[in-house]
């Protein structure tokens, strides 16, 4: 199964994986893309790119850490019923417009725009 990955400069994204604590990039880690890499050259592109095999290098503006070239990452694992080796390959980022509670508690942020619903306070 194939999941399509659709990059687009300017978009908010957050690191899901420890990529390296001297430079700050660590989980939850939040920026945003200013170039993305061709997988086959390093040529940037300053658009928008789908890719449903080769995954792209994305720099990344890190608001405190400063901008970061984030590579994709390769993982193999051995696959089930011991019939050889399974190879996972993604770019450990995800789109990060919106945050919950949860996921924002310990971060430091700038600004924030809070959607209170309107039944948020229950009676008693």
Known sequence: MTQKLEIIVGAKAMLRSNIDFSKGLFNDSIGHITEIYSPVSDVPFHTFLTYETDISSVR?????????????????????????????????????????????????????????????????
């Open 60 to 124: 990344v503006d890190f608001a405190n850490e400063g901008i970061h070239i984030i590579h994709p990452k390769f993982v193999q694992f051995p696959a089930k019923f011991s019939y050889g080796t399974a190879e996972r390959s993604m770019l450990p980022m995800v789109p990060s417009c919106a945050s919950t509670v949860y996921k924002m508690q310990g971060s430091t942020v700038d600004c924030a725009v809070i959607y209170l619903r309107p039944k948020l306070f229950a009676a008693g």
